[in-house]
């Protein structure tokens, strides 16, 4: 066992030395050769978390134009992805490994932050210290990819199989870097669809000594000029929460931002900028984004909420699903603003709090709908049930939704206790 930790520290180092666009592919080759593998692949998941794309190994090599998506639905590569289990089998892979050869597949993951798989082909069903390391070199690659991905497009590329729209560019840059973040006393998941589309919708969270913070935004419209709206409201949230700012002194701020904006706006329509004039037009004269800010206190899980206009959200407790209904404050920038309302929100172990906006309800057309689909899918881990309800969106709506359709779920298991370990979703089947 010595020999294997040393081992993976000589494959951190090397991956350490070498440069960027290269380390995934060096880790591979260490592999190969510390197992006698014939091919070793990583599969990075796209932005829509549907698909996977292989960076490296054989099928990889030459760069294609386009990566090549393999869909996940039904397939091994997603029950590894659910269940956050390796799999080993001979004949899974289509037309099989090879004879006598053996097909590993191991989740390459930080945090419930599904990066994507290890896929090795090796000569012999591997023994329980053979597939540990495997498993431990899987989770090195987590650590190297999130290193290296600040320093080259390589793994951004990989993630794309659909160009984005310019909006779209804009507003994954305000996203967290991991859509997923599962710690010892709360899981948090977000979803965003149509991923290579979006423009306006946002999502946040953030942790620091003694709370978790959480936002979700909505900014009128769904081009540029609402991806720039989203640009400057994510942007004074931020600023003020790391100035320690309160909720309601980030709200304010948040909401100046956007009048301020409206403001210029309205003088550049004097002044007959004609792009502005449209943007203006378009939303009745009104520029404003629709928001909800939450901190949630590690210790006690009490929980502080404002809404700035936005849709409420849905809580599960106990197999049953309820519209959270607290008083709704004017959406950031709409003046003249009497100000906002510090509420409280009603947090228990167990609970399972879902956050969207308005793109997640008009496809079903009634919340009961997704009031089912949350309930259906209630022992799923956040990270896959959020994948479920937007690309329902896509489904019900042909993949042309009207709007951006974005959720953030957050499981709070235990907010005074040890967190037994994260959920599984070996079992998992998609809701009929």
């Not at 050769?33 to 070793?40: G, N, P, Y």
């Not at 050869?101 to 023994?127: H, K, N, W, Y």
């Not at 309800?361 to 994948?387: F, K």
Request: proline share 5%; charged share 25%; net charge negative.
């Amino acid at each position: 066992m010595a020999d294997e930790r040393a081992w993976l520290g000589e494959l951190l180092t090397s991956v350490e030395s070498a440069p960027p666009e290269s380390a995934v592919a060096v880790l591979a080759e260490l592999l190969a050769r510390r197992l006698a593998a014939t091919e070793v692949s990583f599969l990075i998941t796209d932005l829509g978390g549907k698909a996977v794309v292989r960076l490296t190994g054989t099928a990889a090599e030459g760069g294609p134009e386009r990566p090549q998506r393999i869909e996940l639905r039904g397939s091994v590569y997603d029950r590894v992805i659910r269940s956050q289990q390796a799999h080993v089998a001979s004949d899974e892979r289509e037309g099989g490994p090879g004879p006598g050869l053996v097909q590993v597949i191991a989740p390459v993951s930080d945090r419930g932050d599904a990066i994507g798989l290890l896929e090795l082909t090796v000569p012999a069903r591997p023994d329980r210290r053979t597939l540990q390391l495997i498993v431990e070199a899987a989770h090195a690659l987590a650590y190297v990819v999130i290193a290296n991905r600040r320093f080259t497009d390589l793994y951004e590329w990989g993630r794309r199989t659909t160009r984005l729209s310019l909006a779209a560019e804009i507003q994954h840059r305000l996203l967290p870097d991991s859509f997923t973040c599962e710690t010892g006393r709360f899981i948090v998941a977000g979803a965003m669809e149509p991923s290579a589309d979006v423009g306006g919708d946002t999502f946040d969270y953030t942790l620091d000594r003694h709370a978790l913070h959480l936002s979700l935004t909505d900014a009128m419209g769904h081009d540029v000029q609402a991806a720039l709206l989203a640009t400057m409201v994510v942007g004074a949230l931020r600023n003020a929460r790391r100035a320690g700012s309160s909720l309601l002194d980030q709200a304010q701020d948040a909401h100046q931002a956007v009048a301020d904006y409206a403001d210029r706006a309205h003088q550049a329509f004097d002044d007959h900028s004609e792009q502005v004039r449209q943007a203006i037009v378009q939303h009745g004269g009104q520029v404003m984004a629709t928001g909800q800010l939450l901190r949630v206190s590690l210790e006690t899980g009490q929980t502080t909420f404002v809404n700035a206009g936005h849709v409420w959200p849905l809580r599960l407790r106990d197999g049953q699903v309820e519209e959270i209904t607290p008083q709704v404050d004017l959406p950031f920038g709409v003046t003249p603003n009497p100000g906002y309302r510090l509420q409280t929100l009603d947090l228990r172990q167990g609970d399972r709090l879902v956050m969207l906006t308005d793109g997640m309800l008009e496809p079903h057309g009634t919340e009961a709908n997704l009031s089912d689909l949350i309930r259906q899918t209630s022992n799923w881990h956040p990270r896959d049930a959020v994948r479920l309800f937007t690309e329902t969106v896509l489904e019900i709506s042909n993949h042309d939704p009207r709007d951006d359709a974005t959720v953030l779920c957050l499981d709070w298991p235990a907010p005074d206790a040890a967190y037994a370990g994260p959920r599984t979703s070996d079992k998992q089947t998609l809701p009929s």
